[in-house]
């Protein structure tokens, strides 16, 4: 009896260490130094790889990133921007944190999954 509660537990703490997949489509309300803005993310994971597009007011852009339990950073290449970073914590459908933009400055973010 006391080898089926250690076994159920085991199995239990590795269903919540998984890392949580956020494959879809995302969009962020984006509130940087310098304004606001949306942008669309369509994110294919991987195990922890994260990879896919993002399209809003720089045009659009490979992303790469991870995902680590509930825990997801990507980043791209704008070409007004320089290297831009988010880093945020997977809630559901939602993610929020923080994106730097490069050279324009830092900001938060909120995203939804469509």
């Not at 159920?8 to 956020?22: E, K, M």
């Not at 879809?24 to 606001?36: C, F, K, P, Q, R």
């Not at 950073?73 to 970073?85: D, I, L, M, N, R």
Request: hydrophobic share 35%; glycine share 16%.
């Amino acid at each position: 009896m006391k080898t089926l509660a250690v076994v159920t537990g085991l199995l239990l703490s590795a269903l919540f260490l998984r890392a949580a997949d956020i494959s879809g489509t995302w969009t962020a309300n984006v509130s940087l130094d310098v304004g606001n803005g949306t942008a669309t993310f369509m994110f294919k994971q991987t195990g922890e790889t994260l990879s896919g597009t993002y399209g809003g007011t720089f045009g659009d852009a490979k992303v790469s990133g991870t995902v680590k339990g509930n825990s997801a950073e990507w980043s791209f290449e704008a070409p007004q921007a320089g290297k831009v970073v988010y880093k945020g914590a997977i809630e559901g459908s939602k993610i929020t944190g923080t994106c730097e933009y490069g050279q324009l400055g830092k900001g938060t973010f909120t995203a939804e999954k469509k």
